[in-house]
Nanobody
């Protein structure tokens, strides 16, 4: 059974940092593309940052220079370091994965439950 469990969300002031983690199981993590998506209230889900098995990365323009994606294949875990957070980063962040590289498109095969990030001004 494929499982993706995001954690690390919380309440932070604007300008602060958070690090999200996504623990994966049930598939060949190191062979898969995997990434972070977010959905704010009343808005569509958007790709935040994704990484392929060979290290190709995607970042949404709105997070470039502030967020960093990384993966630890030995631990089957994906991370998202978020710095210089802004109120507009407030959303539920979820991780997703699949065998194909689809960059930030929400076409991954597997999706996990999200973790809530709230950035106060």
């Amino acid at each position: 059974e494929v499982q993706l469990q995001a954690s690390g969300g919380g309440l932070v002031q604007a300008g602060g940092s958070l690090k999200l983690s996504c623990a994966a199981s049930g598939f060949a993590f190191d062979d898969y593309s995997i990434g972070w998506f977010r959905q704010a209230p009343g808005k569509e889900r958007e790709g935040v940052s994704c990484t392929s098995a060979d290290g190709t990365t995607y970042y949404a323009d709105s997070v470039k220079g502030r967020f960093t994606i990384s993966r630890d294949n030995a631990k089957n875990t994906l991370y998202l370091q978020m710095n210089a957070l802004k109120p507009e980063d407030t959303a539920v962040y979820s991780c997703a994965g699949g065998p194909k590289w689809v960059a930030g498109r929400d076409e991954y095969d597997y999706w996990g439950q999200g973790t809530e990030v709230t950035v106060s001004s």
